[in-house]
């Protein structure tokens, strides 16, 4: 069975309607880990080795944040920054790195609906394009990169039937890396 590292970035998970439906949505799977990062490091100081043996010892990770100016959320790019290290996340010689092989999947919520990350859209651009840096780091330490999980208008327009459908087909997702 493969073990699933849910590393969830958001600042307050419990005021997040989105977001925590998402993750009451996988809590109960057994092979899934909740790994809240705000909760974990209110004071910003990233374990490192700790970090490094979860990521080690599951085989898909999935990042999970709410799309803050274009981007991750700040402790979520901190422990990029802190835990993705040279030698151990990725390499410059090519060898495989301790993450090589890995499922990743990045899962984000954006507070506008879809219409807005379009070219014609308020954004003028994709969400995928606006978060490229995810895929060229994913890329870079040698995972094996899944869809990604996209869920709009969190803070302007989903309904509740519309989570309850994604959170539904979050938990289906999830489950889908137990065999």
């Not at 490094?52 to 991750?72: E, S």
């Not at 606006?130 to 330490?141: E, I």
Request: hydrophobic share 45%.
């Amino acid at each position: 069975m493969s073990k699933v590292l849910l590393v969830v970035g958001h600042p307050d998970l419990s005021q997040s309607k989105a977001n925590k439906a998402l993750v009451d949505a996988v809590r109960e799977l057994a092979h899934v880990t909740v790994h809240d990062l705000y909760a974990t490091y209110p004071d910003f100081q990233i374990d490192v080795d700790a970090e490094q043996a979860l990521l080690a010892d599951h085989d898909v990770i999935v990042f999970q944040h709410p799309v803050f100016w274009y981007n991750t959320t700040p402790l979520l790019k901190q422990w990029q920054d802190k835990v993705l290290t040279l030698g151990w996340a990725f390499t410059m010689d090519g060898s495989a790195s301790r993450l090589a092989g890995k499922k990743a999947v990045v899962a984000v919520t954006a507070g506008v609906p879809a219409e807005h990350y379009t070219p014609e859209g308020a954004n003028k651009t994709t969400l995928e394009a606006l978060l490229s840096s995810w895929h060229a780091t994913l890329r870079l330490c040698q995972f094996d990169i899944q869809p990604m999980v996209k869920l709009y208008g969190t803070a302007f327009g989903l309904s509740d039937q519309d989570l309850n459908i994604a959170a539904k087909q979050y938990n289906e997702l999830l489950a889908s890396f137990a065999a």
